[in-house]
Protein backbone atom coordinates (compact mmCIF):
# COMPACT_ATOMS: atom_id res chain seq x y z
CA UNK A 1 0.00 0.00 0.00
CA UNK A 2 2.87 2.24 0.67
CA UNK A 3 6.51 2.13 0.36
CA UNK A 4 9.10 3.63 3.14
CA UNK A 5 9.87 6.41 0.43
CA UNK A 6 6.35 7.47 -0.33
CA UNK A 7 4.41 7.97 2.70
CA UNK A 8 0.62 7.83 2.95
CA UNK A 9 -2.27 9.22 4.88
CA UNK A 10 -5.09 7.43 6.49
CA UNK A 11 -7.29 10.13 4.13
CA UNK A 12 -5.35 9.71 0.96
CA UNK A 13 -5.70 5.46 1.92
CA UNK A 14 -9.23 5.25 2.55
CA UNK A 15 -11.21 3.45 5.41
CA UNK A 16 -11.15 0.15 3.54
CA UNK A 17 -7.36 0.13 2.50
CA UNK A 18 -6.10 0.93 5.78
CA UNK A 19 -8.00 -1.48 7.35
CA UNK A 20 -7.09 -3.92 5.06
CA UNK A 21 -3.60 -3.00 5.62
CA UNK A 22 -3.96 -3.45 9.40
CA UNK A 23 -5.51 -6.81 9.61
CA UNK A 24 -2.79 -8.60 7.19
CA UNK A 25 0.04 -6.99 9.41
CA UNK A 26 -1.63 -8.55 12.60
CA UNK A 27 -3.75 -11.64 10.78
CA UNK A 28 -3.03 -14.14 14.02
CA UNK A 29 -4.28 -17.36 12.61
CA UNK A 30 -6.76 -19.96 13.25
CA UNK A 31 -8.38 -19.38 16.33
CA UNK A 32 -11.12 -22.05 17.53
CA UNK A 33 -12.88 -19.75 19.66
CA UNK A 34 -13.49 -17.51 17.03
CA UNK A 35 -16.40 -18.66 15.12
CA UNK A 36 -16.73 -15.89 12.81
CA UNK A 37 -13.43 -13.29 12.37
CA UNK A 38 -12.56 -9.98 10.73
CA UNK A 39 -14.06 -8.68 7.83
CA UNK A 40 -18.16 -9.33 8.87
CA UNK A 41 -20.61 -7.29 10.26
CA UNK A 42 -19.74 -8.65 13.70
CA UNK A 43 -17.26 -11.24 14.95
CA UNK A 44 -18.80 -14.32 16.45
CA UNK A 45 -16.73 -15.94 19.62
CA UNK A 46 -18.26 -19.42 21.68
CA UNK A 47 -18.87 -18.45 24.95
CA UNK A 48 -18.68 -21.95 26.40
CA UNK A 49 -21.22 -21.22 29.81
CA UNK A 50 -23.77 -19.74 27.77
CA UNK A 51 -22.60 -16.20 29.20
CA UNK A 52 -20.20 -13.24 28.24
CA UNK A 53 -18.51 -10.70 29.77
CA UNK A 54 -17.96 -7.33 28.22
CA UNK A 55 -16.29 -3.73 28.77
CA UNK A 56 -15.20 -1.20 27.10
CA UNK A 57 -13.17 1.55 27.38
CA UNK A 58 -11.19 5.00 25.32
CA UNK A 59 -7.70 6.57 25.19
CA UNK A 60 -7.94 9.82 24.07
CA UNK A 61 -5.03 11.32 22.68
CA UNK A 62 -3.74 14.25 24.09
CA UNK A 63 -5.80 13.39 27.74
CA UNK A 64 -4.65 9.56 28.11
CA UNK A 65 -2.00 9.65 25.76
CA UNK A 66 0.84 11.59 23.70
CA UNK A 67 2.56 10.67 20.69
CA UNK A 68 5.92 12.58 22.24
CA UNK A 69 5.92 10.25 24.77
CA UNK A 70 4.50 6.89 23.20
CA UNK A 71 4.74 4.99 20.30
CA UNK A 72 1.60 4.13 18.48
CA UNK A 73 2.36 0.41 19.36
CA UNK A 74 2.66 1.51 22.99
CA UNK A 75 -1.15 3.22 22.45
CA UNK A 76 -2.47 0.22 21.16
CA UNK A 77 -0.97 -1.80 23.43
CA UNK A 78 -2.33 0.10 26.78
CA UNK A 79 -5.66 0.16 25.23
CA UNK A 80 -6.01 -3.76 25.31
CA UNK A 81 -4.09 -3.59 28.88
CA UNK A 82 -6.94 -1.47 30.27
CA UNK A 83 -9.68 -3.43 29.10
CA UNK A 84 -7.97 -7.24 29.05
CA UNK A 85 -7.57 -5.96 33.13
CA UNK A 86 -11.25 -5.18 33.91
CA UNK A 87 -12.25 -8.83 32.29
CA UNK A 88 -10.00 -10.25 34.05
CA UNK A 89 -11.09 -8.60 37.60
CA UNK A 90 -14.05 -10.07 37.06
CA UNK A 91 -12.51 -13.41 37.01
CA UNK A 92 -13.22 -14.54 33.75
CA UNK A 93 -10.69 -15.28 30.63
CA UNK A 94 -10.21 -12.89 27.42
CA UNK A 95 -11.83 -13.95 24.53
CA UNK A 96 -11.71 -11.40 21.77
CA UNK A 97 -11.43 -7.78 21.04
CA UNK A 98 -12.89 -5.28 18.83
CA UNK A 99 -12.05 -1.52 18.23
CA UNK A 100 -12.57 1.26 17.08
CA UNK A 101 -9.90 3.75 15.76
CA UNK A 102 -10.59 7.39 15.50
CA UNK A 103 -7.83 9.95 13.27
CA UNK A 104 -7.46 13.03 11.51
CA UNK A 105 -7.68 12.15 8.11
CA UNK A 106 -3.73 13.74 7.56
CA UNK A 107 -2.55 11.10 10.03
CA UNK A 108 -0.03 8.55 8.62
CA UNK A 109 -0.99 5.17 7.74
CA UNK A 110 2.04 3.85 9.69
CA UNK A 111 0.75 5.18 12.77
CA UNK A 112 -2.74 3.66 12.41
CA UNK A 113 -0.79 0.22 11.37
CA UNK A 114 1.65 0.85 14.00
CA UNK A 115 -1.97 1.71 16.56
CA UNK A 116 -2.87 -2.02 15.01
CA UNK A 117 0.04 -4.02 15.85
CA UNK A 118 0.37 -2.94 19.54
CA UNK A 119 -3.34 -3.66 19.51
CA UNK A 120 -2.21 -7.37 18.57
CA UNK A 121 0.13 -7.88 20.88
CA UNK A 122 -1.37 -6.65 23.62
CA UNK A 123 -4.09 -8.78 22.66
CA UNK A 124 -1.78 -11.89 22.61
CA UNK A 125 -0.19 -11.05 26.15
CA UNK A 126 -3.99 -11.24 27.10
CA UNK A 127 -4.14 -14.76 25.43
CA UNK A 128 -7.18 -13.33 22.70
CA UNK A 129 -7.09 -11.66 19.42
CA UNK A 130 -8.56 -8.39 18.34
CA UNK A 131 -11.50 -9.62 15.75
CA UNK A 132 -13.03 -6.81 14.41
CA UNK A 133 -13.75 -2.98 14.80
CA UNK A 134 -14.06 0.21 12.60
CA UNK A 135 -12.17 3.11 11.36
CA UNK A 136 -13.81 7.08 11.13
CA UNK A 137 -12.19 10.64 10.96
CA UNK A 138 -11.81 12.61 13.86
CA UNK A 139 -9.94 15.67 15.05
CA UNK A 140 -7.46 13.90 17.17
CA UNK A 141 -6.75 9.97 17.39
CA UNK A 142 -9.11 7.99 19.87
CA UNK A 143 -8.84 4.57 20.59
CA UNK A 144 -11.80 2.65 21.55
CA UNK A 145 -11.75 -1.24 22.72
CA UNK A 146 -14.75 -3.77 23.64
CA UNK A 147 -13.44 -6.21 25.35
CA UNK A 148 -14.80 -9.87 25.37
CA UNK A 149 -14.60 -12.62 28.64
CA UNK A 150 -15.88 -16.29 29.30
CA UNK A 151 -16.17 -16.94 32.99
CA UNK A 152 -15.31 -20.18 32.19
CA UNK A 153 -18.50 -21.96 34.28
CA UNK A 154 -17.53 -19.78 37.30
CA UNK A 155 -19.42 -17.14 38.83
CA UNK A 156 -18.61 -13.37 38.56
CA UNK A 157 -16.17 -12.04 40.56
CA UNK A 158 -17.65 -8.54 41.97
CA UNK A 159 -17.20 -5.49 43.50
CA UNK A 160 -19.41 -6.18 46.75
CA UNK A 161 -19.15 -9.42 48.80
CA UNK A 162 -15.84 -8.75 51.13
CA UNK A 163 -16.73 -9.96 54.09
CA UNK A 164 -15.27 -8.43 57.80
CA UNK A 165 -11.89 -10.64 58.42
CA UNK A 166 -11.22 -11.30 55.11
CA UNK A 167 -7.63 -10.69 53.61
CA UNK A 168 -6.58 -8.55 51.27
CA UNK A 169 -4.27 -9.69 48.76
CA UNK A 170 -2.91 -7.99 45.54
CA UNK A 171 -1.25 -9.43 42.24
CA UNK A 172 0.79 -7.44 40.75
CA UNK A 173 2.75 -3.70 40.47
CA UNK A 174 1.87 -0.83 42.64
CA UNK A 175 3.11 2.94 41.76
CA UNK A 176 5.44 2.12 38.28
CA UNK A 177 3.01 3.77 36.20
CA UNK A 178 2.36 6.83 38.56
CA UNK A 179 6.22 6.95 38.67
CA UNK A 180 6.54 7.04 34.86
CA UNK A 181 4.18 9.20 34.16
CA UNK A 182 5.69 11.38 36.43
CA UNK A 183 9.38 11.16 34.82
CA UNK A 184 8.01 11.80 31.54
CA UNK A 185 5.88 14.65 32.63
CA UNK A 186 9.16 16.29 34.29
CA UNK A 187 10.88 15.47 31.16
CA UNK A 188 13.05 13.16 32.56
CA UNK A 189 14.90 10.46 30.46
CA UNK A 190 17.55 9.30 32.49
CA UNK A 191 18.49 5.53 33.38
CA UNK A 192 17.10 5.80 37.05
CA UNK A 193 13.22 6.37 35.40
CA UNK A 194 14.02 3.75 32.36
CA UNK A 195 11.84 0.87 34.26
CA UNK A 196 8.78 3.38 35.31
CA UNK A 197 8.50 4.86 31.82
CA UNK A 198 8.11 1.49 30.27
CA UNK A 199 5.71 0.55 32.73
CA UNK A 200 4.01 3.25 32.08
CA UNK A 201 3.86 3.40 28.59
CA UNK A 202 3.28 -0.71 28.87
CA UNK A 203 1.10 -1.58 31.59
CA UNK A 204 1.59 -5.93 32.01
CA UNK A 205 -1.50 -6.45 34.12
CA UNK A 206 -1.64 -9.71 35.83
CA UNK A 207 -4.41 -11.15 33.20
CA UNK A 208 -4.21 -15.17 35.22
CA UNK A 209 -4.21 -13.72 38.60
CA UNK A 210 -8.26 -13.14 37.89
CA UNK A 211 -9.54 -16.23 37.24
CA UNK A 212 -6.73 -17.56 39.72
CA UNK A 213 -8.83 -15.44 42.52
CA UNK A 214 -11.96 -16.96 41.28
CA UNK A 215 -10.79 -20.17 41.37
CA UNK A 216 -10.02 -19.65 44.94
CA UNK A 217 -13.24 -17.99 46.27
CA UNK A 218 -11.99 -14.76 46.41
CA UNK A 219 -15.02 -12.56 47.61
CA UNK A 220 -14.44 -9.91 45.86
CA UNK A 221 -11.88 -8.15 43.06
CA UNK A 222 -10.94 -5.09 41.15
CA UNK A 223 -8.25 -4.05 39.47
CA UNK A 224 -6.27 -1.20 40.03
CA UNK A 225 -6.58 1.83 37.40
CA UNK A 226 -7.31 4.65 39.55
CA UNK A 227 -4.93 4.35 42.56
CA UNK A 228 -4.99 1.74 45.20
CA UNK A 229 -6.95 3.76 47.64
CA UNK A 230 -9.65 5.09 45.53
CA UNK A 231 -10.49 1.40 43.70
CA UNK A 232 -10.86 -0.55 47.54
CA UNK A 233 -12.54 2.24 48.49
CA UNK A 234 -14.98 1.17 45.80
CA UNK A 235 -14.73 -2.58 47.06
CA UNK A 236 -15.50 -0.71 50.55
CA UNK A 237 -18.57 0.93 49.74
CA UNK A 238 -20.05 -1.87 47.52
CA UNK A 239 -19.38 -4.19 50.36
CA UNK A 240 -20.17 -2.01 53.29
CA UNK A 241 -17.14 -2.45 55.43
CA UNK A 242 -13.91 -0.84 55.87
CA UNK A 243 -11.09 -2.22 54.34
CA UNK A 244 -7.53 -1.48 56.32
CA UNK A 245 -4.52 -1.72 54.69
CA UNK A 246 -0.89 -3.02 56.66
CA UNK A 247 1.22 -0.01 56.29
CA UNK A 248 4.41 -2.07 56.40
CA UNK A 249 3.46 -4.28 53.76
CA UNK A 250 2.52 -0.46 51.24
CA UNK A 251 6.40 0.36 52.55
CA UNK A 252 8.00 -2.65 50.98
CA UNK A 253 5.89 -1.62 48.06
CA UNK A 254 7.32 1.65 47.76
CA UNK A 255 10.97 0.57 48.64
CA UNK A 256 10.46 -1.40 45.10
CA UNK A 257 14.18 -0.27 43.80
CA UNK A 258 12.94 0.85 40.52
CA UNK A 259 10.39 3.75 42.74
CA UNK A 260 13.23 4.63 44.83
CA UNK A 261 15.19 5.14 41.99
CA UNK A 262 12.53 7.21 40.09
CA UNK A 263 12.07 8.56 43.62
CA UNK A 264 15.53 9.71 44.11
CA UNK A 265 15.92 11.25 40.80
CA UNK A 266 12.50 13.33 40.82
CA UNK A 267 11.92 14.14 44.57
CA UNK A 268 8.81 12.60 44.63
CA UNK A 269 7.70 10.13 47.93
CA UNK A 270 7.28 6.40 46.41
CA UNK A 271 4.37 5.95 49.06
CA UNK A 272 2.14 8.51 47.14
CA UNK A 273 2.25 6.25 43.70
CA UNK A 274 1.86 3.17 45.37
CA UNK A 275 -1.44 4.72 47.55
CA UNK A 276 -2.80 6.85 44.66
CA UNK A 277 -1.26 5.90 41.37
CA UNK A 278 -3.25 3.88 38.85
CA UNK A 279 -2.58 2.50 35.18
CA UNK A 280 -0.34 -0.18 36.28
CA UNK A 281 -3.58 -2.76 36.25
CA UNK A 282 -3.35 -5.05 39.55
CA UNK A 283 -5.27 -6.98 40.72
CA UNK A 284 -6.73 -6.46 44.56
CA UNK A 285 -9.24 -8.17 46.64
CA UNK A 286 -10.68 -9.99 49.35
CA UNK A 287 -10.18 -13.61 50.03
CA UNK A 288 -11.41 -15.67 53.37
CA UNK A 289 -8.78 -15.79 55.77
CA UNK A 290 -8.81 -19.78 55.79
CA UNK A 291 -8.26 -19.80 51.92
CA UNK A 292 -4.40 -20.48 50.74
CA UNK A 293 -4.09 -17.50 47.98
CA UNK A 294 -3.32 -17.83 44.54
CA UNK A 295 0.31 -18.03 43.59
CA UNK A 296 1.22 -14.34 42.56
CA UNK A 297 -0.95 -12.48 45.25
CA UNK A 298 0.46 -10.84 48.45
CA UNK A 299 -1.13 -9.75 51.61
CA UNK A 300 -1.52 -5.57 52.26
CA UNK A 301 -4.56 -5.50 54.61
CA UNK A 302 -7.66 -6.88 56.17
CA UNK A 303 -11.36 -6.38 55.93
CA UNK A 304 -12.98 -4.66 59.03
CA UNK A 305 -16.76 -3.88 60.12
CA UNK A 306 -17.44 -0.71 59.25
CA UNK A 307 -17.97 1.80 62.01
CA UNK A 308 -19.81 4.58 62.71
CA UNK A 309 -18.39 6.89 60.01
CA UNK A 310 -19.14 4.35 57.19
CA UNK A 311 -17.07 2.43 54.81
CA UNK A 312 -14.10 3.56 54.16
CA UNK A 313 -9.90 2.91 53.38
CA UNK A 314 -7.71 3.07 56.73
CA UNK A 315 -3.59 2.72 56.41
CA UNK A 316 -2.49 1.58 59.81
CA UNK A 317 -6.07 2.12 61.21
CA UNK A 318 -5.40 6.27 60.22
CA UNK A 319 -8.32 6.88 57.18
CA UNK A 320 -6.50 8.51 54.20
CA UNK A 321 -8.60 10.92 51.52
CA UNK A 322 -8.80 8.85 48.22
CA UNK A 323 -6.67 11.68 46.85
CA UNK A 324 -4.20 11.80 43.77
CA UNK A 325 -5.75 8.50 41.89
CA UNK A 326 -7.13 9.35 38.29
CA UNK A 327 -10.14 11.53 38.00
CA UNK A 328 -12.00 11.06 34.21
CA UNK A 329 -12.65 15.13 33.94
CA UNK A 330 -9.74 16.66 36.04
CA UNK A 331 -7.86 19.49 33.65
CA UNK A 332 -4.63 17.68 33.16
CA UNK A 333 -3.63 14.81 30.33
CA UNK A 334 -1.14 12.28 30.55
Same mark, same amino acid.
Given at each position: ?7 ? #? ?42 ? #? ?18 ? @?????? @???QNAADIAAMGAVPTGFTVALACPAETDVRVAVE ?34 ? $????RAPLTRAGARPGATVALAGRLGHGAAGLAALAA ?24 ? +? @? ?11 ? $? ?18 ? $??? +????? +? ?35 ? #? ?5 ? #? ?36
Amino acid at each position: MQSQHSPQ #TVGQAGEFAVIAAAVAATDGGPDPRVVVDTGDDAAVLRAGDGTV #TVCTDMLVEGRHFRLDWSAP @ADVGHK @AIAQNAADIAAMGAVPTGFTVALACPAETDVRVAVEIQRGLAAGAAAAGARVVGGDLVQAGQIVVSVTALG $DLQGRAPLTRAGARPGATVALAGRLGHGAAGLAALAAGHRGPETAAVRAAHLRPAPPYAAGP +A @AARAGAQALIDVS $DGLLADLGHIARASSVRIDL $DAA +ALARA +AADPDLRAAAEALGDDPLDWVLTGGEDHGLVGAFDPQ #TRLPDGF #TPIGRVRAAGPDGAHVTVGGTRRAEVGGWRAFDAAAE
